[in-house]
């Protein structure tokens, strides 16, 4: 191998390394590319190819791009790295050889070729160490243009003759920064001349004023000029000779100010000013302060005083400013000069912002009041089922030997019960609204179904006070509905329970669905309706019925109770769900509210549920896996469902509860009673450690939450999960047999 000779010995050895290439015809890029080549099949026990690849490899790592080229005629390329190709877009040394015709001059954008060699030749010759720099424009294979810094040297090589190489770097971005740059400084640089031109222009004024003038007066005219920005009426007098002279005059003032204007004095000016111009109010506080003495008095302790004040043209009243400043000697105080502006904007941004102080205060004021009535109704009707479920419970220990009695006293706990657990959902569900965590949801569902759902709900209460509920749905063409079940069931049952709750005894509650209007796309127009013939709504509360815990006052005195959150949750649903909400009342007669939504007409019918008795008795054959780690809920779920003739198999915790699936065989449970909060495992992490088991009957067990965990946002991650159902604690024993049945039959159980 050839010994390099040159100072530059790392360019002089590659370059060997490169002749050595050509001897052994040993293609550049095929040694590029070592990653898809054996080290046999590269090198075939060649040392020089071996050191060619390593320098080669150590020339491609360099993170800037490294060109070398024959310094002659031609410029012929002798060798690119790897970040050069990716500067142009090439992936290969052949690509970029066809691309560039092989020559720097091809590399070089046409329009800058000549100028660069030409700054390469001066640059070289004026330096002793055969350095140059230039920059430069190149053409892409996209055919999109960059600028690139380019530091070069020029060399003679023993293997290949004189050469240079260089390194080049992307100035694309530098460049456009350079350009902004200078822009930006012209642009300040022109802003600087303009302002020296002002400058010299007030100074040439400045001068020929200054030979005109004295120097008491040249200081009243620096003052003036400061005055001038913002004063729309500029004054000048003299306390001691009682003289006025203006500058700049509003409307207003010029009337002080005639042909004869110089015969007026000062206190003349301020008398006849005043009286015209200042509002009545305000007139001897005005003449106070622009007394001589008065502001010589002010002036004693500061240059300048100001003051506000209101002025009355016909019926407009303006706010306006007076300033007087001190232009003759601090000692003794003479010449001043007074400055006019208005103050309307300004005056007026301050009662704007006061007045937004004030309603912000209210607002918090009544969130206070309203809050704090919350809570005392909270506390009122949260005692009331509370006292009733241990007053019962009482009663029902001492008449333990009378099975009647407790009997009774039980069915009474349960409606305490009951009642106290409502008041809890619809705090919770007004807090989904304030979250905004509630979100319209389209599935196919009946009109008539969730009616019928809702007064079966309802129908106790109603029936306790001997209310007749009346429904109307003759008009009801399309029944079968593409909607929101829940929030539509919510919209009818806080507008029904709400009609009964104010309702008194042996009245009425109507309720009417009427479809209004078919419209294009299976769309149609629906009026929901509620009338009662309840104590009513006073007129100024009417305005206040959708917000959150509002409740009239007379409502506390007719013995009726509630949260005041449960037409705030309908007015929510129903705006989210695009639709509009009125109500109109006659206190003592009775209130109707009318509901319009537009909805999707569901123009196939309703899939037939299976038979649920059926699944019922095919479920209670089979063990149901119950997961719970709450000792007393275990008891009491295991309770009820045994007492319905259900087997169970119960664990506390939802590691256990994915071992116990794992070991089982397929059949041994019909279906899963998830809890979601529990130690170990929650539900949510156990659903889907199931679903991932790798026997598939094992893991499309049918899965339903049974947890305390009521927020919509809960039930949305339990069936992301991979559960089939969220039910809410307390258990509602009719709703969990219709899910356990629906979940069973969707997945092909029976």
Not at 457 to 472: G, T, V
Not at 604 to 623: C, G, H, S, W
Request: a negative charge; hydrophobic letters at 40%; glycine letters at 4%.
């Amino acid at each position: 191998m050839k010994k390099y000779t040159t100072e530059y010995g790392l360019i002089e050895y590659m370059l060997t390394l490169l002749q050595t290439l050509d001897q052994k015809h040993t293609d550049l890029d095929h040694l590029m590319e070592y990653e898809r080549n054996t080290e046999e099949e590269l090198f075939g026990g060649s040392q020089e190819l071996q050191m060619a690849y390593e320098v080669i490899r150590f020339m491609d790592e360099m993170p800037g791009g490294f060109l070398i080229y024959h310094a002659d005629d031609a410029e012929e390329i002798i060798y690119a790295n790897k970040a050069l190709l990716r500067i142009f877009q090439c992936d290969t040394m052949m690509e970029f050889r066809e691309l560039t015709g092989n020559s720097f001059r091809g590399f070089v954008h046409h329009e800058d070729l000549n100028a660069i060699e030409k700054s390469i030749r001066e640059q070289i010759a004026a330096s002793q160490y055969d350095l140059d720099y230039v920059e430069y424009r190149i053409i892409r294979k996209d055919g999109s243009i960059r600028w690139v810094d380019d530091y070069g040297h020029y060399i003679h090589s023993d293997a290949v003759g004189d050469i240079f190489y260089v390194f080049i770097g992307d100035a694309t971005e530098k460049r456009k920064r350079a350009l902004l740059e200078k822009a930006n400084w012209m642009k300040e640089k022109k802003k600087e001349e303009q302002k020296m031109q002002k400058l010299m222009d007030e100074i040439e004024v400045y001068d020929q004023e200054r030979k005109l003038i004295n120097q008491e007066h040249l200081r009243r005219l620096e003052v003036i000029k400061g005055l001038s920005v913002n004063y729309e009426t500029i004054l000048y007098a003299d306390l001691e000779t009682d003289q006025i002279l203006p500058y700049r005059l509003s409307s207003r003032t010029k009337v002080q100010f005639g042909e004869k204007y110089q015969k007026r004095s000062f206190l003349w000016y301020v008398e006849d000013y005043v009286r015209t111009w200042v509002h009545p109010e305000e007139q001897e506080i005005v003449l106070g302060r622009t007394l001589p003495e008065y502001i010589k008095k002010e002036l004693e302790e500061n240059k300048t005083y100001y003051f506000n004040y209101r002025i009355q043209d016909e019926d407009e009243i303006q706010y306006l400013q007076l300033r007087i400043v001190n232009v003759g000697s601090p000692d003794r105080i003479s010449q001043i000069v007074l400055g006019y502006r208005g103050m309307d904007e300004e005056v007026q941004r301050e009662i704007e912002q006061k007045q937004m102080l004030e309603e912000a205060l209210n607002s918090a004021n009544l969130a206070i009041v309203a809050k704090n009535t919350f809570l005392s109704n909270m506390s009122h009707d949260m005692r009331t089922p509370l006292n009733a479920i241990f007053g019962y419970t009482t009663l029902a220990r001492k008449s333990i030997h009378d099975s009647g009695a407790v009997s009774n006293y039980l069915d009474k706990i349960e409606e305490s019960s009951r009642q106290f657990l409502e008041l809890i959902d619809k705090v919770l569900e007004i807090s989904w609204t304030e979250a905004n965590d509630t979100r319209i949801t389209e599935s196919e569902c009946n009109l008539n179904d969730i009616l019928a759902d809702v007064i079966r709900h309802l129908d106790p209460q109603a029936s306790k006070k001997e209310i007749q509920i009346n429904l109307d749905t003759a008009s009801l063409e399309d029944s079968n509905i593409l909607a929101d079940r829940e929030k539509l069931r919510q919209i009818f049952l806080h507008l029904t329970g709400n009609a009964i709750t104010y309702t008194r005894p042996g009245g009425n509650v109507d309720i009417s669905v009427k479809e209004l209007e078919k419209q294009i796309n299976h769309y149609a127009v629906y009026q929901i309706q509620v009338k009662d013939t309840g104590i009513g709504i006073s007129k100024e509360f009417l305005d206040h019925i959708f917000e959150p815990f509002a409740r009239e006052k007379n409502t506390t005195y007719s013995g009726v109770h509630g949260t005041g959150v449960g037409l705030t949750i309908v007015k929510h649903i129903v705006d989210l769900m695009d639709g509009t909400i009125e109500v109109s009342s006659v206190v003592d007669e009775g209130t109707v509210f009318t509901i319009t939504l537009r909805l999707r007409i569901q123009n196939k019918p309703i899939e037939e549920a299976a038979d649920m008795d059926v699944i019922l008795d095919y479920i209670m054959n089979q063990t149901i896996l119950l997961v719970e780690d709450n000792e007393i809920n275990v008891e009491i779920e295991t309770e009820i469902l045994q007492g319905l003739g259900f087997q169970l198999k119960s664990v506390s915790d939802g590691r256990m509860a994915v071992d116990a699936v794992r070991q089982s065989e397929p059949g041994d449970f019909v279906l899963i009673l998830m809890d979601i909060q529990m130690p170990v495992m929650d539900g949510w992490q156990a659903t889907r450690e199931i679903r991932r088991l790798e026997n598939a009957e094992l893991a499309d067990i049918p899965i339903i939450a049974l947890s305390a965990d009521a927020f919509e946002s809960d039930e949305k991650k339990s069936i992301q999960c991979g559960m089939d159902a969220h039910l809410t604690k307390p258990i509602d024993i009719p709703l969990l047999l219709d899910t356990m049945a629906a979940a069973v039959h969707n997945h092909g159980l029976i």
